[in-house]
């Protein structure tokens, strides 16, 4: 069992620094090789730095697939941590399969594109949804610091996928894509290491919970009971809203990404910006903009008003859905001067952060005060797993966009994103009956 008592870093359990840097490797190497994606596939065979030479639409297809089943593998993930290693165990496994996954996709070949791809959906199974859910098992029930930890693991992760795209877009766009994924490479490895370090400051934490000398092991025995199933209920209601949060989001890698590449005036000051930095704007802003925004909703609370985290997401819904009215924008400008300016790719990254900063880390709080701890990694699979959902939903309109034109899907994405956070707001009184007061008795 932990010491939730022993020395503290900035007035956090130790362990939440180990987290923190693992994740930000881990999603170093994920974004890295993420903003070189799609433009490897499309890059011609012929050209200095050959990629595959496919279509837009063949890119995004098959971009789609794969980080739906990145997250989708968040499932098996969970129900190993739950059934057979614990989490601490399964988020080591996960980094062994991110490392070896990462160094063969800097081989080139379309067999070892293809085969490091499985190893990194088979690594982020087994790590995303136990880290996380690590990271909640560092604060005692009802430990007021339990949101903010979630917020310091949250910039992690974006002070990775700021650095990423930088570094492994330049390396990869400029002299060989294949030693952008290895430098992702170098990243996962560098987390691995600091994971293995740092096992002494997460004794107790992840464990497998079938020991029977673990605290919680007649957990396990026990039915749940009516309130935590209602629990569970509104967390499957959340998860819809996920869905329709990362379908929009995850434009980014994909179809937003092409745009920035093919359709987007890059010229500043005489040098062209790569395509793949615009990956990091969305970093860059929540890294600026997190304290800010984190900020307002405790004045928003202090002042008696609605503050849960169902409420966040879906005004982090709504505002994200404002960004791509700027998208709107900038298809308008490409349709009638063959080009469209930066800028509106800059807002529209702006508003996709702020949503995000919004519904995203509060997301993860959320499931780890209403998840029963019988089933604590698997519900966290489930809501990574609708991130995967949310990400095919995302290739999907990608895909459509090429046929159907990039102004139509934007529009599209508003009006859909719009109306469904509304929706949720409407229904928010009745789905935090549902709740039992959790989230008052954490925070």
Known sequence: MIDRQQKTVFGHPPGLMILFFTELWERFSYYGMRALFTLFLVAETTAENPGFGWTNAQAIELY??????????SVPGGIIADRWLGQRKT??????LLCLGHGILALEGVTSFYVGCAFIILGVGCLKPNISSMVGGLYRQGDKRRDLGFYIFYMGINIGGFIAPILCGWVGETFNWHYGFGLAAIGMMIGQIVYMYGQKYLRGVGDYVGKKTHPDYQVLKRKLT???KDRIKVLLISFLLIIFFWG????????MNLYAKQKTDRMLMGWEVPASWFQSLNSFFIITLAVLIGGFWMKWKAKGREASSLFKMAIGL???????LFMRFAASDYQIAGSSPMYWLV????FHTIGELCASPVSLSFITKLAPIKYASIIMGLYWAATGLGNKLAAFLGQYAQTAGEKEIF?????TCSIVAILVILLLKKLKKLTHGAEDKET
């Open 64 to 73: 789609g697939w794969y980080t739906m089943l990145v997250y989708l593998s």
């Open 91 to 96: 988020v080591f496994l996960g980094g062994v």
């Open 226 to 228: 009516s309130v935590e």
């Open 248 to 255: 929009a989001f995850e434009q980014a890698g994909g179809l």
């Open 318 to 324: 709504l505002i994200m859905s404002w960004g791509f």
């Open 347 to 350: 807002l529209a990254y702006l």
């Open 411 to 415: 529009t599209g994405i508003f009006i």
